[in-house]
């Protein structure tokens, strides 16, 4: 494969220079302005390449079920669409179903379904095998001269899920800028990068390591960190790139508290400690300490002390900087996690709750203000935990780590913004539509049941039309379906139940649920019952 090398400084300085437009894009008319709106991009003549590819350790995404179909979690840019001016491309590994586009042309107010059609182009590299997407592009020379002639030059850039070597190499290629940080910041999004940030912020988070590369380098930081708090119960270690918490690991230090650092000599510690990793609850699907460690050399692992609570939440914040250098806080979220131990992330309710809200968004301002002044552009997310104190009942809120992508939070919070045209009030954290209506929702990635399998993207949208699950258009509630294409295979779908109180988005997803639980509960039925019907006898009819 012939690729670009990123490292040599003449592509390096091309590829600032091709971000440098994004800066000048941002620009006003208005001399010496610039816009307010961070989707500025939507309100001109622009092609929009969108690059859904998760360019992380594929071994860690492969434990996720379905993990091959999360590039559809970027299908809502297609609501971009709204704009007559604008223009997409979507590329993906397979090719997607037609009706599952069609969803969400379906979904523009005001934009005739042809007109949006005509003005997007879909594209396969037919390829599903375990590799980031934008190597499959790279891999196919033929595939980005296409690309290339399609986009206007000048007038085209490129949105993706993470920015890495990968996408830079993509976006010099073609030659268009990539809205997203540079990959000289991606370490900014690691655990690691992620704890520096917090110490450079002066932002709350619990006691651990930078990175280490071997058991040995990990057994000396676990006994620090045992050391250094004798009470700890729990242990957290994560390899340094994770996806939706899967390369988390809980190391119980209750069985072995009697080799603690202060009650026995070091090596007795880490004999004990060696041992207890074998034990350890891992999140991911099928982990085991031999594979874990495995990936520790290459990826490289942190330990951090785990926040235990009686009352305890997962809060997440959700920022945007602009190419000019300008941070804002676009959403607060509290995040659904589930998985053995409560570490993988399932969905979110938005918004955060009021009695933290408002400090998350100045943590979360805080960080955003650190990473632009290191370079990095575009959308970040938080992640915290908040444990609420007995004594005071307040919330002790403690920064868990940073992603510099298109994360969990961000594709439903995108939906609702697109689709209502709504406003993000900072002073309360609530989001208006236009006609000032507050908005909730509940989101996940993660309806999944034995029993959903079989269903096909067709089947749901039958279910949708008679049932009436759709989005309205008119009152600017209901639900917006996405990951249909993992639902035949692994039942499994998303979706984004939008209400006018947070209640009612929850009325609206546990309806959604029921009735797909209806739905297949009937067919099953039938199934069973045709699987019992006796085999004909043969014989007899001899």
């Known amino acids: 494969m012939n690729t670009v090398d990123t490292f040599h400084p003449e592509a390096a300085e091309h590829f600032r220079n091709l971000q440098n437009q994004l800066r000048e894009w941002t620009k006003s008319p208005v001399e010496g302005e610039l816009w307010q709106s961070v989707d500025i991009f939507d309100q001109d003549d622009y092609d929009i390449l969108v690059i859904p590819s998760f360019s992380v350790d594929q071994q860690v995404g492969d434990k ?63 390829d599903g095998s375990l590799k980031p997407l934008t190597q499959k592009i790279l891999e196919r020379p033929r595939l980005v001269e296409k690309i290339r002639r399609a986009l206007r030059p000048n007038k085209s850039y490129m949105v993706c899920y993470n920015s890495t070597d990968l996408e830079q190499q993509l ?16 370490y900014l999004g690691s655990k690691s990068g992620s704890r520096e940030i917090f110490a450079e912020a002066q932002i709350p988070h619990p006691d651990g390591s930078y990175t280490v590369k071997n058991t040995a380098d990990l057994l000396h930081e676990l006994v620090g960190l045992w050391k250094r708090q004798p009470d700890l119960k729990r242990i957290v ?56 460690s495995a990936r520790i050399p290459e990826l490289g692992a942190i330990v951090e002390a785990f926040i235990e609570g009686d009352i305890k939440r997962s809060p997440s914040v959700q920022g945007y900087i602009r190419p000019s250098g300008e941070v804002e806080i676009v959403s607060t979220h509290d995040q659904i996690l589930g998985g053995v131990e409560g570490q993988v992330y399932e969905g979110c309710y938005f918004p955060a709750d009021a009695a ?63 689709l209502t045209n709504g406003t993000f009030d900072y002073d309360t954290g609530r989001f208006l539509s236009q006609q000032k209506q507050e908005k909730y929702y509940i989101a996940t990635d993660n309806l999944q049941k034995e029993q959903y399998r079989g269903l096909l993207p067709n089947d749901l949208m039958d279910i949708i039309a008679q049932e009436r699950l759709h989005f309205d258009s008119s009152s600017r509630t209901g639900t917006v379906f996405h990951l249909m294409g993992a639902l035949s295979e692994f039942g499994k779908l998303g979706l984004t139940s939008i209400g006018n109180s947070l209640e009612e988005a929850q009325e609206i997803y546990d309806r959604v649920e029921a009735v797909l639980d209806r739905e297949t509960e009937f067919i099953n039925h039938i199934k069973d019952a045709q699987d019992t019907t006796l085999p004909i006898n043969w014989s007899s009819n001899q």
Not at 368 to 387: P, S
Not at 392 to 415: C, S, V, Y
Request: with cysteine; aromatic share 10%; net charge negative.
């Open 171 to 186: 976006s010099l290629k073609l030659g268009i800028p990539l809205l997203a940080a540079s990959p000289e910041v991606l």
């Open 64 to 126: 996720v079920l379905g993990f091959l179909h999360y590039e559809e979690r970027l299908l809502f840019s297609l609501i971009r669409l709204r704009n007559p001016l604008t223009r997409v491309i979507y590329l993906t590994a397979l090719p997607l179903c037609p009706i599952v586009i069609d969803y969400y042309l379906q979904l523009l107010p005001g934009i005739p379904f042809s007109h949006a059609r005509d003005r997007l182009l879909l594209i396969s590299t037919y």
């Open 356 to 418: 933290y809200r408002l400090e998350l968004q100045e943590l979360g301002l805080k960080v955003g203000e650190v990473l632009a002044q290191k370079g990095a552009i575009e959308r970040y997310g938080v992640d915290f935990i908040a444990v609420r104190q007995p004594e005071t009942q307040k919330w002790d809120i403690q920064a868990i780590e940073i992603n510099l992508r298109k994360g969990g939070t961000t594709h439903p919070f995108m939906t609702l913004r697109l």
């Open 237 to 292: 270690v994560k390899l340094n790139e994770g996806f939706s918490g899967e390369g988390n690991a809980l190391l119980d230090l209750r069985p072995i508290q009697n080799y603690a650092p202060n009650q026995c000599n070091e090596a007795e510690s880490i004999t004990a400690l060696t041992k207890q990793l074998e034990n350890m609850s891992f999140q991911g699907v099928g982990e085991t300490w031999e594979t874990f």
